[in-house]
C-alpha cells in the first residue's frame, strides 16, 4: 500500500503539489461534500503558503547593505591612510601618537575588512570602544583625528541598521512559510487519509500523483547530497 510521506518535500513543491491533488479531487469527486471541504481546504492553504514564498523581497535590502559596508570599508581605509601619511611626515612631531593609533586599528593589516558581516562588524566594535575611550581622548584631539573616528561609527551604524531591516523581513518571510507549511501538512494529511478511506488507496494514489514525483525528487536530491560520488538510485514510494 502506497502512502504519501510528505515531511523533506519542500515547500513550494508541496504547496504546488497539493494544489493539483485537491483540484484532481473537486473534478472526481465534487458531490462528495467531506471531499469537496478538505479540498477546498487544501487548495486555500497551499496558496496561502505559495503566497508566503515569494516573490523574496531582499534583493534591493542586500544590494543597499553591500553599498553601506563599501562606504563603511572606505572611512576606516581613509582613517588608516591618514594615520600612515602623518606617521611618515619629515618633522611632524605627533608620529609616535600616529603610529600608536595605527597599532590600534591595524595590529594585524586590514585583511579583516573582507570577513563576514559579524566577524568584521565585531572588530569595528572594539577598534571604535578603544579609539572613543577617554584614555585615548587626547591623542585624538591632538592629531584631529576626530572625523575619521566619526565616519567610522557613523557608517557602522547604518550598516547595522541595514543589515537589522533586511534580517527582519528575512526572518519574517521564513516564520510565515513554516506557520502556512505546518497547517497545511495538517490539511494534506486529512485529505489524503478521507479519499484513501472512502475511494481506496488505488485511487488515492492516482490524485495524489504529483507528490510521488516530488518525494522521489526530494529522495534524489538528498542522495546525491549525502553519496555525491555514488551511483544514484532512484527510490520507490513507501509500500
Partial sequence: MS???????????????ALNAAKKCLELWIDDAVIKTLSEDVIAKAEKTIS??????????????????????NAFRSAVNYLESISILPGYEHIDMAEELLNIMIPDGIGFLSESYIAETAI???RIGILTSEELKQTVETLNFAPWINAIERTNNDFLQSLDKRNDVRVARTGATSKSVTSLNLSIKALWATVEAKKGNENAVAVFSDFFTAMTSAR?????????????TPDTPTE
Fill in 52 to 73: 508566503t514564498i515569494g516573490p523574496k523581497n531582499e534583493k534591493p535590502l542586500t544590494e543597499e547593505l553591500n553599498r553601506i559596508e563599501r562606504l563603511r570599508d
Fill in 3 to 17: 502512502k504519501i510521506v510528505y515531511s523533506y518535500i519542500n515547500a513550494e513543491e508541496k504547496a504546488q503539489a
Fill in 124 to 126: 569595528l566594535n572594539q
Fill in 220 to 232: 534524489s536530491r538528498r542522495s546525491r547530497k549525502n553519496n555525491p560520488t555514488s551511483p544514484e
